[in-house]
């Protein structure tokens, strides 16, 4: 039956991260809370009940974007809104900022956390799709300390992520984007939420007209960020402008995509036939931006 309203569950309010991962990890039924705008509807429809929230909104620090040694820092409390209007987000990695641009609507973005978009691992989610095309990586802490995971290692199945019971994702670190290389992220959005049918990032570098190295990551058609390695490679070493390449590279899409996703919003057969049509236009856009 429909119910607008959740299941009773315990709410804390965490002090600090240690006391959040310390809630976290005694309680296997309590969830991490941050900007809610997941969790909570999972939880009104019963989707999800929890014993307990544990809310990290008021942690101090996790919502600073920094650059250290070439690297972008993001916290993970950072909301999308703050990740699209960052000055450093925009000119040192502009695809992120873009990304967190075109999330949902202004109230989703105003709420919504980097970090609530990696835990959560909606298929549909842009974040895990262009974070592991800039092979980006994940500062997670937990009971047993902090450690790091690769974004390509984070999302391993539909709503599911690499984490041990109790670890909260405290940072993402991106590089910048160098001199010559350039990003795209383009998305086949459903029109009511914003989220990705499918969609595809690419990363790039030209140098002297020729492609030299290319990332290619599709998203919301298997349900994890899929690297399309073979598709990737056909661009490289291959004028930024050939046509040919890219459709070559958009043929080889498929290559990385088994068990597509088949649901009321579209056919595993036209998911993975949208990727490659995505896949051409996001390096066709990632060449221009780089060359
Ligand atoms: P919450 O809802 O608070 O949490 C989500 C999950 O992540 C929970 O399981 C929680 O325990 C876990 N979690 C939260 N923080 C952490 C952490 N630091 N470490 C580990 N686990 C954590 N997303 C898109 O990508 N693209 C869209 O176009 C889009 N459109 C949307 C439209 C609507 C109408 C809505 C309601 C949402 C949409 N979203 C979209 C999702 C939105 O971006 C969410 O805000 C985001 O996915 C979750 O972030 P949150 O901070 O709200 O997390």
């Known amino acids: 039956?429909?119910?607008?309203?959740?299941?009773?569950?315990?709410?804390?309010?965490?002090?600090?991260?240690?006391?959040a991962v310390m809630l976290l990890s005694e309680d296997g039924d309590a969830r991490a809370l941050a900007g809610g705008h997941s969790l909570l509807p999972l939880m009104k429809c019963r989707l999800v009940t929890p014993a307990a929230l544990v809310d990290i909104g008021g942690v101090a620090g996790?919502?600073?974007?920094?650059?250290?040694?070439?690297?972008?820092?993001?916290?993970?409390?950072?909301t999308h809104a703050s990740v699209a209007a960052s000055a450093l987000v925009r000119e040192r990695c502009p695809l992120l900022a873009e990304t967190a641009a075109r999330i949902g609507d202004?109230?989703?973005?105003?709420?919504?956390?980097?970090?609530?978009?990696?835990?959560?691992?909606?298929?549909?989610?842009d974040y895990p799709t262009v974070v592991t095309a800039l092979d980006g990586k994940v500062t997670v802490t937990g009971s047993g300390g902090e450690r790091e995971i690769a974004a390509a290692d984070l999302v391993v199945g539909v709503f599911t992520t690499s984490l041990e019971r109790g670890e909260l994702i405290t940072s993402v670190t991106v590089p910048a984007t160098a001199a010559g290389s350039g990003g795209a992220y383009v998305k086949h959005k459903h029109p009511a939420s914003g989220y990705a049918v499918a969609a595809?990032?690419?990363?790039?570098?030209?140098?002297?007209?020729?492609?030299?190295?290319?990332?290619?990551?599709?998203?919301g058609v298997t349900g994890v960020p899929e690297a399309a390695e073979a598709a990737a490679a056909a661009v490289v070493g291959a004028a930024s402008s050939d046509d040919g390449a890219l459709e070559?590279?958009?043929?080889?899409?498929?290559?990385?995509?088994?068990?597509?996703?088949?649901?009321?919003?579209?056919?595993?057969?036209?998911?993975?036939?949208?990727?490659?049509?995505?896949?051409?236009?996001?390096l066709r856009e990632a060449m221009r931006r780089a060359g």
């Open 200 to 219: 595809a990032a690419a990363l790039v570098t030209v140098e002297g007209g020729s492609c030299t190295a290319a990332r290619l990551v599709v998203g």
């Open 62 to 78: 996790l919502a600073d974007i920094t650059e250290e040694g070439g690297s972008l820092r993001v916290g993970a409390l950072a």
């Open 248 to 282: 070559a590279a958009g043929a080889k899409v498929a290559e990385a995509l088994s068990g597509a996703l088949d649901d009321t919003y579209a056919s595993g057969e036209y998911r993975v036939h949208l990727a490659g049509v995505l896949a051409q236009r996001a």
């Open 1 to 19: 039956m429909y119910t607008s309203r959740p299941a009773d569950f315990a709410y804390h309010r965490a002090g600090d991260l240690a006391e």
């Open 106 to 125: 202004p109230q989703v973005r105003n709420r919504g956390t980097i970090g609530g978009s990696l835990g959560h691992a909606d298929p549909g989610a």
